[in-house]
């Protein structure tokens, strides 16, 4: 397994000012005169329950309360009718199992390091789940996706855990069907939860792909049959290898008109692919739906945590690329983020600051009214619910390490993206270039400035080394690879490696 060397993972770092030609200075936390102490808030006598939905592959633009052109979410908009939603929450990798780690750590990928598909956070590192047990939370977790549980060695500090099926559960030997997901986590909420606080972590894996296109008890949107859903698919998978292959130079003659083919064919089935994600995402709405309802049964839910997030987004060739891992644009970066916190001063508000996954596990600590883990990087988001003003804005860091699956290309293995101040910055590091970008007139990343700020990307870039400091390596990737077959079996259906429909 290729692993970035520390002098790699230095040139993988970058500060950035103000999305303007002037000067921006960044100073990490620890080196800021004007950096408020961390206080936490006195503990309540019993503290909130704490709920957190994570929907696999989320584009927010795809929800209707980020303005999706289609009627997705019902139930998720309703959440946020009482809740604060973030406008511009970034995650910290554009795949599953470096983002849920920062989440679980409050630590970037170039800290914790758990990188590959084959990495797991060691047992002897402290995850969030462990930080609430501690604390006497009563610890339940569900999960589609093993990178988010025992493949990823975040099934620690739960005690209660119940990872997934496959994908696309398959009879077994005697013919019978496992249990779905969702029925299993709503017969497991209707039973006795116990009197102690609870947390409660549940990962659904739609919309993930392969794409379903179902949306329960509500009609979706793909008009087609079975055959044609799988076909669409089969394609997307083909044109992912095909895509990465191309990029690499190891495409022949044949297989590059191939590729030239299958891109024209999905191009005009590109209605069809839509529906079949927006279908999928409405799936997923009403697994939320069912879970809340649910929950609002227990006694002293009206008072408890709820957030709403996804782990990273999905490319539909906005940028030239398929599903997810391969870049650090908008489509994958930027994710819903909805908190539900009772008695702050409002009900519901949206905050357009950019933010970061990293920054909910300090939220949560002063929401409940307990002391942040010192090797924490994020940093509490309550004072935006409250609607004041922080004493300065963080930077918001994302990172792309293409360890196990060398994607080349214009983009390369290791890229850097930080947003500040209305402005991002993405660093292709293999290429020794820049991206700029102001996300305030170009949301969609289509007119590149690096070339008419060239004095600004040297600042910078001076600035990565400042940060780099800042950002230490922390031993919390096992030193034993994690390659169970049951492992092995579900990375092949989410395409992750090879044998299955693509990344």
């Known amino acids: 397994m290729r692993r970035p060397s520390r002098p790699l993972l230095a040139?993988?770092?970058?500060?950035?000012?103000?999305?303007?030609?002037?000067?921006?200075?960044?100073?990490?936390?620890?080196?800021?005169?004007?950096?408020?102490?961390?206080?936490?808030?006195?503990?309540?006598?019993?503290?909130?329950?704490?709920?957190?939905?994570?929907?696999?592959?989320?584009?927010?633009?795809?929800?209707?309360?980020?303005?999706?052109?289609?009627?997705?979410?019902?139930?998720?908009?309703?959440?946020?009718?009482?809740?604060?939603?973030?406008?511009?929450?970034?995650?910290?990798?554009?795949?599953?199992?470096?983002?849920?780690?920062?989440?679980?750590?409050?630590?970037?990928?170039?800290?914790?390091?758990?990188?590959?598909?084959?990495?797991?956070?060691?047992?002897?590192?402290?995850?969030?789940?462990?930080w609430a047990r501690d604390l006497g939370y009563f610890t339940l977790g569900f999960t589609e996706n093993t990178l988010a549980g025992k493949g990823g060695g975040l099934d620690q500090g739960y005690e209660e855990f119940h990872e997934m099926e496959p994908t696309r559960p398959r009879a077994n030997e005697g013919g019978e069907r496992p249990v779905p997901f969702i029925r299993r986590v709503a017969d497991r909420l209707a039973r006795d939860l116990g009197p102690r606080p609870l947390f409660l972590y549940v990962h659904l894996i739609a919309p993930h792909s392969p794409y379903e296109g179902g949306a329960g008890s509500r009609p979706g949107w793909f008009e087609g049959d079975a055959a044609e859903r799988d076909t669409i698919n089969d394609m997307l998978g083909r044109l992912v290898a095909l895509t990465t292959g191309s990029n690499n130079g190891r495409l022949n003659a044949i297989e590059l008109e191939s590729l030239g083919r299958l891109s024209e064919r999905v191009a005009g089935l590109m209605d069809d692919v839509w529906a079949l994600y927006d279908g999928d995402v409405a799936r997923a709405d009403e697994h939320v739906g069912q879970i809340l309802s649910l929950l609002r049964r227990r006694p002293g839910f009206a008072d408890a945590i709820v957030v709403l997030v996804a782990d990273h987004g999905e490319e539909f060739n906005d940028h030239g690329g398929w599903m997810h891992g391969q870049s650090l644009y908008q489509e994958l970066l930027h994710v819903p983020l909805i908190v539900r916190a009772p008695g702050l001063a409002s009900a519901a508000r949206r905050v357009a600051a950019p933010v970061r996954l990293l920054d909910l596990a300090p939220t949560l600590a002063e929401l409940v009214g307990a002391e942040p883990l010192?090797?924490?990087?994020?940093?509490?988001?309550?004072?935006?619910?409250?609607?004041?003003?922080?004493?300065?804005?963080?930077?918001?860091?994302?990172?792309?390490?293409?360890?196990?699956?060398?994607?080349?290309?214009?983009?390369?293995?290791?890229?850097?993206?930080?947003?500040?101040?209305?402005?991002?910055?993405i660093i292709h590091h293999d290429h020794q270039s820049a991206s700029l970008y102001d996300l305030r007139a170009d949301p969609g990343e289509r007119h590149d400035l690096a070339s008419e700020r060239k004095e600004q990307l040297a600042r910078l870039l001076e600035q990565a080394q400042r940060l780099l400091r800042s950002l230490p390596e922390l031993p919390f990737v096992s030193a034993v690879e994690s390659r169970s077959e049951e492992k092995l079996q579900h990375l092949r259906e989410l395409g992750y490696i090879e044998g299955g429909p693509g990344r």
């Open 11 to 130: 040139l993988a770092l970058v500060a950035a000012g103000a999305c303007s030609d002037g000067a921006a200075g960044l100073v990490p936390d620890a080196d800021r005169a004007d950096a408020p102490p961390a206080v936490a808030a006195p503990a309540p006598a019993r503290r909130p329950d704490i709920v957190i939905l994570l929907v696999d592959t989320l584009r927010a633009d795809r929800l209707s309360a980020y303005g999706a052109p289609r009627e997705t979410s019902p139930y998720i908009d309703a959440l946020a009718s009482e809740s604060t939603l973030f406008e511009q929450a970034i995650a910290q990798a554009p795949w599953t199992l470096p983002s849920v780690v920062s989440l679980f750590t409050s630590t970037h990928p170039v800290s914790h390091r758990v990188l590959s598909n084959f990495d797991a956070v060691d047992p002897a590192a402290t995850t969030l789940v462990e």
């Open 374 to 425: 010192a090797f924490w990087q994020g940093r509490s988001l309550v004072p935006l619910m409250r609607g004041e003003v922080p004493p300065a804005q963080e930077p918001a860091l994302a990172m792309k390490f293409s360890v196990d699956r060398p994607l080349g290309g214009p983009l390369g293995d290791v890229e850097t993206a930080l947003y500040v101040e209305g402005c991002k910055l």
